[in-house]
C-alpha cells in the first residue's frame, strides 16, 4: 500500500516547508539590507542645498524601516519554524500590518523629500 493510501503525508513536505519559510526570511533580509543600503546612500550623496536635517531623518527613517523588517523577518522565521515543526502554522497578522505601516510611512516621507529637492 502507498503512503498516499494510508494518509501519511509526503515526507519532504517537512523539508518543503522548512526551505520555504527560510526563503521567505531571505526575502525580508533582501528587502531590509535595501533599505538600510538605501538610507546611507541618500545620506551620503544628496544635495545638502536641502535642509541637511530633512536628508538626516529620511536616511535614519530608511535605515530604521530596513533593520525593522529585518527583525519582522527573524520573528517571523522564527515563530514560522516552531509552528512548523508543532504543526500549528497560522498566516501572519500584526507583524504584516506593522511591515506596510512602516513601508508606507518611509515612503510618504521619501515622496515629501523628492518634492523638496532643487530640480536639476
Not at 33 to 41: H, V
Not at 82 to 101: K, Q, Y
Amino acid at each position: 500500500m502507498e503512503p498516499e493510501d494510508q494518509g501519511l503525508a509526503d515526507p519532504d513536505s517537512r523539508a518543503r516547508t522548512h526551505l520555504a519559510n527560510e526563503r521567505t526570511f531571505l526575502a525580508w533580509f533582501r528587502t531590509g539590507l535595501t533599505l538600510i543600503a538605501l538610507g546611507l546612500i541618500g545620506g551620503q550623496f544628496l544635495s545638502r542645498d536641502v535642509a541637511d536635517g530633512l536628508v538626516r531623518i529620511l536616511s535614519t527613517v530608511a535605515v530604521a524601516t530596513g533593520v525593522f523588517l529585518v527583525l519582522v523577518g527573524a520573528q517571523r522565521y522564527g515563530s514560522g519554524r516552531e509552528a512548523i515543526d508543532a504543526a500549528s502554522f497560522r498566516p501572519a497578522g500584526v507583524s504584516i500590518h506593522a511591515a506596510t505601516a512602516a513601508a508606507v510611512v518611509a515612503g510618504a516621507l521619501a515622496i515629501l523629500f523628492l518634492w523638496l529637492l532643487p530640480a536639476a
